[in-house]
């Protein structure tokens, strides 16, 4: 975890210097740990309270394409860290 400058274990990271994902986490469930990267890289998501209609319509777009509401993840997932930090 050091290598990649992680204070801890389920706390996510920017990546900058990452060629294509923007953000690393030690994912750790019950007794399992997985390495996650996840979200694209300069793009912003709409946050949890999109104002302009154009943001709306990109938080719409995003949880139709990735079935946001649909069954729980893990939060050994790729889904479950982009929803909760970037959307």
Do not use: C
Not at 25 to 48: D, I, N, S, T
């Amino acid at each position: 975890m050091s290598e990649l400058g992680l204070s801890g274990v389920n706390k996510p990271k920017k990546t900058p210097g990452h060629a294509t994902k923007s953000h690393v986490v030690m994912a750790k469930e019950g007794e399992e740990y997985k390495l996650v990267r996840f979200g694209q890289q300069g793009v912003e998501g709409a946050g949890k309270n999109p104002t302009t209609a154009a943001d709306k319509a990109r938080k719409k777009s995003y949880y139709a394409r990735h079935n946001a509401q649909g069954a729980p993840t893990t939060k050994l997932s790729a889904k479950f860290w982009s929803h909760k930090i970037k959307w």
